[in-house]
């Protein structure tokens, strides 16, 4: 996640990120730039249709058009907003969950090598879900604490440790009935946080929708030349780029947001997120 000052807005402006959408889409731009330029060439010079006023007011028809796709493309970005918010709270979830049970261990854990395994394994789990979220397979991240098998979930192997070891410590009498049902919990809020997620992950975006999307950004771009040129002439060159850019940005910026889980620039600080668990579950465990 890029991190910024909100109130130095105007050096955006002349700041191009990587995960800037004009690097994207300056190939695209220059394509329709190309077009456009080719269609304004050969409506003035060659087709003389400057006097048809039905080509004339084929613009009339992009009014309309402007108003509905800019209700699909608001629609789109605030769904996509709303999955990385939720993303952003499920995350924050899992940071307190971790917390709290770390600081209720704190009190009723005296053992040392217990102690010693729930600092190791609370922040496994959240480096387990993200390992998970991302398809990611390599656990250098995770303290070997369990032998953990790729081919199963592996944040449920973890949790299955963790209540294995809570059950063991009643068993042994190391906890009573209340302390149990305490900490049973916390490790439960675990597992729902980590069903959100994977809620999020495996549920995208309809197919169609985002299909519709496109298709309907594109041929309105397409179109713009024929109308505009009589009343911009190659000045509708710059002006279908500008648009290009403003439509296609929002679409990519929604797909980019929609899935907030995995390592681009504008996804969620889940490794941070992560390292801080592990340092302050180490704190209050030491």
Known sequence: MINYNPKDWFVFI???SKADTFRKLLPLMFGVGIYAGIVAYV????????????????????????????????????TAYDRWWEGRKIWGGITNSSRNLAIKLQAIATDKEDRRFFRLMIPNYAFAVKCLLRENEDFRE???VLDLKKEKHLPNQVATGMYARLNAMYTQGKLDTAQMLVLNEDLRALTEHCGACERIKNTPIPYTYSVFIKKFIFFYVM???????????????????L????????ELIAEEIENPFGSDPN???????????????SEVLD
Not at 48 to 75: A, D, K, P
Not at 243 to 250: D, K, M, N, P, T
Request: hydrophobic share 50%.
């Open 142 to 144: 995770l303290d070997p």
């Open 267 to 281: 996804d969620l600080p889940v490794d941070q997120i992560c390292h801080n668990i592990r340092k302050h579950v």
């Open 43 to 78: 409506e003035l010079n060659f087709l003389h249709l400057s006097e048809t006023q039905y080509i004339r007011n084929v613009g009339m028809m992009h009014s309309v058009l402007g108003f509905v796709i800019s209700l699909l493309l608001v629609f789109r970005t605030n």
């Open 223 to 241: 179109t713009l030349p024929f109308g505009w040129v009589f009343s911009l002439s190659y000045y509708v060159i710059p002006v279908v780029i």
């Open 243 to 250: 648009i290009l850019y403003a439509l296609a940005s929002l």
């Open 14 to 16: 002349f700041r191009f």
